[in-house]
């Protein structure tokens, strides 16, 4: 008799754990003001994330906001090659 269950890999199966961060902690990650994080936000030029809502609260992912800075040393970069 064959057994039709099929097994989720390890990484499957895994749950994702988020450090997620407050808005004052990303606010001194990205060396800026609090006020700025959310002018960021609706400035589609920067692409900077958006937090996600916990009851009333904002908290920002912390793997998105490295991701972000990545992407901005990486345009710098870029733009010093080119020069």
């Known amino acids: 008799m064959q057994s039709n269950?099929?097994?989720a890999s390890t990484a499957e199966?895994?749950?994702k754990h988020y450090r997620?961060?407050?808005r004052t902690d990303v606010a001194?990650?990205?060396r800026k003001s609090v006020?700025?994080?959310?002018?960021?936000?609706?400035?589609?030029?920067?692409n900077f994330p958006a937090p996600v809502k916990l009851g009333k609260s904002s908290r920002w992912i912390e793997?998105?906001?490295?991701?972000?800075l990545e992407a901005r040393a990486?345009?710098?970069?870029?733009?010093?090659?080119?020069?």
């Open 13 to 15: 199966a895994q749950p």
């Open 63 to 68: 793997a998105e906001i490295d991701a972000w």
């Open 74 to 83: 990486a345009a710098r970069s870029v733009r010093a090659s080119a020069a």
């Open 20 to 22: 997620m961060l407050a």
């Open 5 to 7: 269950v099929q097994i």
């Open 35 to 46: 006020p700025w994080l959310y002018v960021a936000i609706k400035d589609p030029a920067l």
């Open 28 to 30: 001194a990650k990205v």
